[in-house]
């Protein structure tokens, strides 16, 4: 079996990732970067194309304790507030740093240019035009990586079990795409950095390797989860017709600028009869509009892909063309002509709040492993403004980089061929069954997961819906042994499906089981059978694995004053 030594291994290569590896690297460590992905190319970074917070003070006074104020009160009373300020207060120097490194933030008058967004109480949102904001952070990430030494870079390597022996991460296991082999990492800290979960549901913004495999790997290897049940959905992410090379949330800023009107199926506007004010305005809040659309859905009146339309023919061609820019010519090669037709959109599963429970270097309960980017819980609470994601993807990435380098100077224990075994195990069962004839293939279960997750765990949410989906993930973890793999080594996605579904499945359940406990509604997380927010819920929910078992636990938010009460 391949085996690799380093001091820091960094798995995952979007922002939070290749960050880590630089700082990782530039502490004097020798770092292994691995990516499921190709390094630098796949996951949500190089997909945002719209903004990145950050008290920069450039358009207008800023600080980053107004940043905080902001992101605490979107938080609605969860936010771990040492994370909180860790990405407030380190925004500034990661955006300059980026900037000194490349990146082309849009400029005016010779400062960085910054825009609000909703949430924000001051212009501190930098981009790069147009719509290019993320393709432009991964592109700089990459170059840095490729031209900092003591980097080695890994594609197409699934990490699928972190392997720790008494409390201390001593590297992982990982599965080659390409030829099926299991290959073992020995380091002495490991960051994980494999990024969301928001694959998990049927409508969703994500990229392949969004499944929530960071948590699963946490969670299996003794970490603790936090906020699991915080799923934010984006109001009017783009459903139809086929956009291709463009960012599936990027109509809420244009609906804001220049009035979008919402429409059912039916052509009539909707959004006042579910308590809005919309007609004329066109401006509804994102939670009012994600409400409206599902309920006309629910009522038969829904768009033909089951959402709304959003309908900008009432705005002359001259401002549209002014709004949109280039992107109306990007739009125009989709066959998208937006002063003729109508687009589809709806509510879709974009980020999530939720995951790996960390200190404020970044590291887990478990010695030695640390997480980064959207892996990590709690920064955010109960709901994210728009741009904290890539900041802290940034900031995170480089603190987590900087601590592992740090752990990895103390030595690491020997690696012990035993650590792979549970891997080894599985592979073997997996190759010599293969499934009994009929059964059904990993990535079929995968479909049927996100619609469950979609109908059952999406938006607005019931306890009903929620202990049904509760048993039928548990019964699909039960069937896994079962499921069909084709019988080749190479290039056998089912295999990398397998692995995929079973962390998958494990996530989903994380999400579900913290969903149905929180019998509230708080931020993100809507119950229509407890629509009020519950003051005694001001507390987070904390997931272990303990004998197998998934069991949790209320604390108080972190960085209070009041003693975890767990
Ligand atoms: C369409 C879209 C638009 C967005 N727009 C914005 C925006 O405008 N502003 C903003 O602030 N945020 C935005 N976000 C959110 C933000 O982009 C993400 O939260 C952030 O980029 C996450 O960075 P990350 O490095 O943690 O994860 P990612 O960039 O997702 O990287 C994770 C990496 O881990 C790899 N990986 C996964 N599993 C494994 C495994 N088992 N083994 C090895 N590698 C693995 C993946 O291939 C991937 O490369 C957007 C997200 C999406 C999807």
Redesign the pocket.
Known sequence: MPHLESDVLV????????YAAIAAARAGASVVL????L???????????????AALGHQEPDDWTLHLADTLKAGRGLCNEELAELLCRGGPERILEMDAWGTRWAREGGHIKQETAPGHSRKRCC?VDFLA??PAV?GTLRRKVGETSGIRRISN????QIAVKGGRALGAV?LSVRDGRLATFHAGAVVL????L?RLYAR????????G??CA?ALEAGAELVDMEFVQFFPIGHLAPRLVGM???MWDPFRYKLGGRLLNGRLEEFVDRYGGTDFGRYTATRDLASYAILKEVEAGRGSPHGGAYLDFRHIGEARLREAFGPVIDRLLANGIDLTKTPVEVGPIA??HMGGIRVDGKMETRIEGLYA????VGGANGANRL????????LVF?ERAGRSAAARARSGAPPWEASLAEPSIERLDALKKGKGSPGAAWPAMVQSELQRLMWENAGPFRTGGKLAAALERIREMRDELPDLRVGAAGAYNLDIQDWF?LR?MLLSAECVVQSALARRESRGAHQREDFAETRPELERNQVLELRDGRLCSRWITPMGRVEADRG
Do not use: C
Request: aromatic share 2%; proline share 1%; no cysteine.
């Open positions: 798995v995952g290569a979007g922002g939070a990732g290749m691995l990516d499921k992905s390094v630098g190319r796949g996951g949500a970074t190089v997909m945002a194309q719209m903004t990145v917070a981009y904001t993320g991964a390597v699934a990490v699928v990982g950095a494999a990024g969301g928001t969703n913004s994500a990229s392949a390797n969004m499944g495999e960071a790997l960012d599936p949330i974009h980020y980064a980017g959207e892996a728009s741009g904290n994601a890539i900041t802290e993807a990435g995929e962390a």
